[in-house]
């Protein structure tokens, strides 16, 4: 298994240009979601997927759209990059139900380095 | 809303000596699920420990312990004779769940720790 697959590893921008992270994984797991990592800021949490067609926000989730057609992909789209998105991306993914009795955990991405001109 | 603190944004040591990072959380469900991340310098994040807010035995794995305690919401983890491979960023994290423990796997992360473990 591959795991948790980003890409690309590293992007720059300019201001106002689109683009979109790819994410895929093929642990076959339900949850899906995208983080960003700011310094001093630990990562928080942008969008997140329950299942293909199912989308939610997280803590920011202003200037991303995300999609989930299937189970396997997440992308993450910015529709106008700004420079305040400047950040390091990560993609994770889990089983979609925790349990008490279980260790599932968020199994995380390489990561995309992403810098906004 | 829930919350986790790491106070210390970085801590510098030398080889072979013990060093504690602090976690604190804050929230509202009987019911959670604590993190503990390494982020080594290549940037990968390393899945260290999962503690559920019913168990709060302490836990050693070599030279890793943590120290769950609820009554002082803390998850402190301890590094036992430091090592230079030990340098990286360090991150609590927790997972609210509903009553019978389920969730959905949103985590808050605490703003991380750097550990410089000098030779």
């Known amino acids: 298994n591959a795991g948790v697959t980003q890409t690309p590893k590293f992007q720059v921008l300019k201001t106002g240009q689109s683009m979109t992270l790819q994410c895929a994984q093929d642990m076959n797991h339900e949850y899906m979601s995208w983080y960003r990592q700011d310094p001093g800021m630990g990562l928080r949490l942008i969008h997140y997927?329950?299942?293909?067609?199912?989308?939610d926000q997280g803590e920011v989730p202003n200037g991303y759209n995300v999609s989930r057609s299937t189970t396997e992909d997440f992308p993450l789209r910015l529709l106008s990059a700004a420079p305040s998105q400047t950040s390091v991306y990560f993609c994770?993914?889990?089983?979609?139900?925790?349990?008490?009795?279980?260790?599932?955990?968020?199994?995380f991405g390489s990561g995309t380095q992403l810098s906004v001109l | 809303a829930q919350k986790v603190t790491q106070a210390q944004t970085e801590i510098s040591v030398v080889e072979k000596e013990d060093v504690t990072l602090d976690c604190v959380y804050e929230t509202r469900d009987t019911t959670y699920y604590l993190f503990w991340y390494k982020q080594p310098p290549s940037g990968e994040l390393v899945f260290l420990i999962r503690?559920?807010?019913?168990?709060?035995q302490n836990e050693i794995s070599g030279r890793y312990s943590w120290n769950f305690q609820k009554s002082t919401s803390s998850f402190n983890f301890t590094i036992t004779a430091s090592q230079v491979v030990d340098s990286a960023v360090y991150f609590c994290?927790?997972?609210?769940?509903?009553?019978?423990?389920?969730?959905?796997?949103?985590?808050?992360f605490g703003q991380g720790t750097i550990l410089t473990v000098h030779p």
């Open positions: 997927s329950v299942g293909a067609g199912i989308t």
């Open positions: 994770a993914s889990s089983y979609s139900m925790w349990g008490l009795s279980t260790n599932e955990k968020l199994f």
């Open positions: 994290a927790l997972s609210e769940a509903s009553a019978g423990g389920t969730s959905y796997g949103k985590l808050t």
């Open positions: 503690r559920n807010s019913f168990d709060e």
